[in-house]
């Protein structure tokens, strides 16, 4: 019974797979159809006129970060209506100026938390790939841990991170931890269940030919799994950041999750709105590239 | 009916066996895992952070702490609660939204990304400007929750069978028609999916929100816990958010079963 939740949470997470994917296809092929489609269709003499160009280029931004952009006009006006102070809430211009003039105060952060992140997010992405693919082998053993990776999967961060601090300490060790931790349960539990997709037909061939555990495993089931290994490393890449800043706002004294917190202890908002919107961005970058990474692999492998 | 219902027994009764054993196999793994930590609680292996786990109940059963973890506890069921209903409302509603005016799914999709990228921790400022201390958690929750329930949902809502559609369009209805009467209920087994992934989600992001100066909550009993060196109040708190999750994701799954078999 347990062992078809797990199913079930893997079956549920690959219906974000296909959307992102198909979101992103969408999103790759739509600027021009939709601009096409949306501005009023033009006779060839004139479609090529920069004017157009530019009208076009900008039909595609508005109709793709149309929500962003409603935020970004809102941020201002509702300052504005509210009559807040600066020294409560920042404008834009405000937390730009902070960036762009204090450019030393967040290179190192940032640096620190990327670190962090992508070598908790590589050595927690390489321990569950190996911990699925031995557990696998042993019908016994991943019927023994399936349920208990579960639990320990809903084992919110939060709660996680105070136990390790007082285990670990208050370092940047315990960080390293946390991120490894995090991204493990995804890579274990997706390596698992894309291990056990291969379809019999193909499992009966290997078995004719005679083949051993070993080169079954090389050569059929973790080449089957290589999808949903990407696949953990794109849900795994937003959650490696959280984990990063949530630890550091708490234990460690560097990073961008320590900078976030000490500008907020000294007040100092335009700062810590800053190195909100600089994380939100790294998180965003790490997922893009982890979505290409994906993309790229996976292409390669089917 | 009746000639089918003994071939569904039979084949009920023969996939009974595994099953079973799974359940079996589950059920030990959980137990040796209880008592691992157990064993290192009794005999101090990870010194005194790691308390046997029988002393974290006793703390729980203990009629003394039952105010303190009460309340904690109930602020942080009413936050996720609150927050959770507020992001599958949202979440549902956007879907449903993109489905029916298309010029707009782009854009949104693009923007459910970006929600899901961003550390909730960065949108703390933000948000206890907006709602208060008080009133972040709910809105961290209700944040997350919109974005998996979106996801889910859009994602149902475009698995309908083509000849239903093109049945409905022979017939000339309209789009909010073909939405209610073919692609809603097609979607729901995915929504469901999409429920047990934010049931988790809800208790994490509820204790996030809470520690950007909530007074109360689960989340600020890890904090405070942890800096006044209350081990067996931290674990207490952290067993009772973990059979939270539990819980959720449990009803959330049993729900998605239900649906699975009615709708599928």
């Known amino acids: 019974m347990t062992r078809i939740d797990t199913g079930a949470a893997a079956a549920a997470d690959a219906p974000i797979q296909a959307h992102g994917t198909d979101a992103a296809d969408q999103a790759a092929a739509s600027p021009l159809r939709d601009a096409a489609s949306i501005t009023p269709s033009t006779p060839a003499v004139t479609r090529s006129t920069p004017f157009v160009l530019v009208g076009r280029f900008l ?11 409603l935020l970004l006009i809102a941020w ?40 962090f992140a992508i070598g908790g997010l590589i050595l927690g992405m390489l321990v569950g790939v190996v911990m699925g693919v031995l557990v696998w082998m042993s019908p016994l053993v991943s019927g023994l841990l399936t349920p208990s990776a579960l639990i320990l999967r809903v084992v919110p961060v939060t709660a996680m991170i105070p136990i390790l601090a007082r285990l670990f300490g208050y370092g940047s060790g315990t960080v390293v931890v946390i991120v490894v931790i995090l991204v493990f349960f995804p890579a274990f539990s997706l390596t698992i269940s894309g291990m056990s997709s291969v379809p019999q037909s193909s499992r009966d061939l290997f078995a004719v030919l005679g083949s051993g555990l070993r080169s079954r495993v090389w050569r059929l089931h973790l080449p089957a799994a290589v999808p949903s290994i990407m696949l953990a490393l794109r849900l795994s890449a937003p959650i490696a950041i959280l984990g990063v ?25 335009q700062r810590q709105w800053a190195s909100a919107l600089i994380a939100t961005a790294l998180s965003v970058i790490c997922f893009g590239l982890a979505r290409t990474a994906e993309r790229k692999v996976v292409d390669r492998v089917t | 009916m009746t000639a089918v219902r003994p071939g569904t027994q039979s084949a009920a009764r023969a996939g009974m066996r595994p099953g079973l054993r799974t359940a079996l196999y589950g059920l030990v793994g959980v137990a040796v895992l209880l008592l691992i930590a157990e064993l290192i609680g009794q005999f101090g292996l990870l010194g005194t952070t790691w308390p046997p786990l029988t002393s974290v109940f006793a703390f729980l059963a203990d009629p003394a702490n ?11 069921v009413t936050e996720a609660a609150v927050g959770g209903l507020i992001g599958i409302a949202a979440g549902v509603g956007f879907a449903l939204l993109a489905s029916l005016v298309p010029v707009l799914a782009p854009g949104l999709d693009r923007f459910a990304a970006v929600i899901d990228a961003v550390p909730a921790v960065a949108l703390a400022p933000f948000l206890i400007l907006i709602l208060g201390r008080e009133g972040t958690p709910v809105l961290v929750v209700a944040l997350s ?13 475009a698995t309908a069978a083509r000849p239903y559609h093109d049945l409905l369009a022979v017939l000339g209805a309209r789009r909010g028609t073909r939405l209610r009467l073919v692609d809603v209920p097609a979607a729901l087994p995915k929504l469901f999916d999409g429920l047990a992934l934010a049931a988790p989600a809800m208790i994490l992001g509820a204790t996030i929100g809470e520690w950007f100066g909530a007074r109360r909550g689960l989340g600020v009993l890890f904090i405070s816990a942890m800096q006044n060196y209350r081990i067996d109040l931290l674990w207490a708190a952290a067993v009772l958010s973990v059979l939270c999750s539990l819980v959720l994701y449990g009803a959330a799954v049993v729900a998605q079963r239900a649906i699975a078999r009615r709708f599928a």
């Open chain 1, 59 to 69: 039909t595609a931004v508005l109709l793709r970060y149309w929500p962003i952009i």
């Open chain 1, 76 to 115: 201002p006006t509702w300052l504005l209506v509210n009559g807040y102070s600066r020294a409560v809430a920042p404008s834009p211009l405000d937390v730009a100026g902070d960036i762009v003039l204090h450019p030393d105060v967040y290179v190192w952060p940032v640096v620190w938390t990327a670190l």
């Open chain 1, 245 to 269: 800043l949530l630890a550091e706002y708490l234990l460690s004294g560097v990073g961008l999750g320590d900078l976030l917190q000490s500008s907020g202890d000294r007040l100092i908002y």
């Open chain 2, 66 to 76: 039952h105010t303190l973890l009460g309340n904690a506890l109930s602020t942080t």
């Open chain 2, 145 to 157: 929750t919109t974005f998996i329930i979106y996801i889910s949902m859009s994602s149902g809502l």
